[in-house]
């Protein structure tokens, strides 16, 4: 992970980012990028890059769930190893504070607006028990009634594994519940949370939750952008003739 060059896709080596531990058992879904890349090279063998299959996968999920749609750049290239301690290092954490998250995006070129809208996207999806364990039991930035909800799926001293949506009133649907949640402390992990607890993105969160369609224009804006990370172009890597192997 340097940037949008699916290095993430790698699992040909016992090092890779797939099984670093903000991924595993997180980031899934890897044998549909796959599928993807096989009838591609039927069709057009050597051209498309694994990581402009991913980045198109990203906005076709966005519309699947009845969120934006936007044009993917595309000409990215793969690159020819995975980057598992890039990974560990730079990827966000769910116990971090507001500043700590801007640091994190703005190290990417990302701005605080973009990091408002992307973390939007937990607006569908699960979370395993040992992510937002801590905010349930210990939290004090909490709705007590969603708190006591979310015990209940959520053992103190077990069942790490087991999921609860990001989002609790439209888990299937990119859309600003995510914010309107927010709002009334029904974030469910640490890092949701932040972003409206009195710090600099409450007016983002506020905004987002009273105006959905510019949460939907910003986020397909933020998503453009992440795309544009340190992508490799011209002949820098490869393309890869499977996604999960260098060639
Ligand atoms: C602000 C920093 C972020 C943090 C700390 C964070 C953290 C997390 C965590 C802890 C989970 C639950 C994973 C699990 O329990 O297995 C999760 C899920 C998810 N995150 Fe994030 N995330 C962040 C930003 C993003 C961004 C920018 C995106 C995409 C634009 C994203 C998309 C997702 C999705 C779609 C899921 C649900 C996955 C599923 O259901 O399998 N997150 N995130």
């Given at each position: 992970?340097?940037?949008?060059?699916?290095?993430?896709?790698?699992?040909?080596?016992?090092?890779n980012?797939?099984?670093?531990?903000?991924?595993?058992?997180s980031?899934?879904?890897?044998?549909?990028?796959?599928?993807?890349?096989?009838?591609?090279?039927?069709?057009?063998?050597?051209?498309?890059?694994?990581?402009?299959?991913?980045?198109?996968?990203?906005?076709?999920?966005?519309?699947?769930?009845?969120?934006?749609?936007?044009?993917?750049?595309?000409?990215?290239?793969?690159?020819?190893?995975?980057?598992?301690?890039?990974?560990?290092?730079?990827?966000?954490?769910?116990?971090?504070?507001?500043?700590?998250?801007?640091?994190?995006?703005?190290?990417?070129?990302?701005?605080?607006?973009?990091m408002?809208?992307?973390?939007?996207?937990?607006?569908?999806?699960?979370?395993?028990?040992?992510?937002?364990?801590?905010?349930?039991?210990?939290?004090?930035?909490?709705?007590?009634?969603?708190?006591?909800?979310?015990?209940r799926?959520?053992?103190?001293?077990?069942?790490?594994?087991?999921?609860?949506?990001?989002?609790?009133?439209?888990?299937?649907?990119?859309?600003?519940?995510?914010?309107k949640?927010?709002?009334?402390?029904?974030?469910?992990?640490?890092?949701?949370?932040?972003?409206?607890?009195?710090?600099?993105?409450?007016?983002?969160?506020s905004?987002?939750s009273?105006n959905?369609?510019?949460?939907?224009?910003?986020?397909a804006?933020?998503?453009?952008?992440?795309?544009?990370?340190?992508?490799?172009?011209?002949?820098?890597?490869?393309?890869?003739?499977?996604?999960?192997?260098?060639?």
């Amino acid at each position: 992970m340097l940037g949008c060059d699916g290095s993430i896709l790698l699992n040909d080596t016992a090092n890779n980012e797939r099984d670093v531990i903000f991924n595993k058992n997180s980031a899934r879904g890897y044998e549909l990028i796959d599928n993807a890349k096989t009838e591609v090279e039927k069709i057009c063998p050597g051209v498309v890059s694994c990581a402009d299959i991913l980045a198109v996968a990203a906005r076709d999920a966005s519309v699947a769930v009845s969120g934006p749609s936007w044009t993917v750049k595309l000409g990215r290239r793969d690159s020819t190893t995975p980057y598992p301690d890039v990974a560990l290092s730079d990827l966000p954490r769910f116990t971090e504070s507001l500043p700590e998250l801007i640091a994190r995006f703005e190290h990417k070129g990302l701005s605080e607006r973009d990091m408002v809208a992307l973390s939007g996207s937990h607006s569908i999806g699960q979370a395993q028990c040992f992510t937002f364990r801590d905010r349930i039991y210990n939290g004090g930035d909490i709705d007590a009634g969603f708190a006591s909800t979310r015990r209940r799926g959520c053992p103190v001293s077990s069942g790490d594994s087991k999921l609860a949506p990001l989002e609790l009133v439209t888990p299937n649907q990119l859309d600003n519940n995510y914010f309107k949640n927010l709002l009334q402390k029904k974030g469910l992990l640490q890092s949701d949370q932040v972003l409206f607890s009195g710090g600099s993105t409450d007016s983002i969160v506020s905004e987002y939750s009273r105006n959905p369609s510019k949460f939907l224009s910003d986020f397909a804006s933020a998503m453009v952008k992440m795309g544009d990370i340190e992508p490799l172009t011209g002949s820098a890597g490869q393309i890869r003739r499977i996604c999960h192997a260098v060639n």
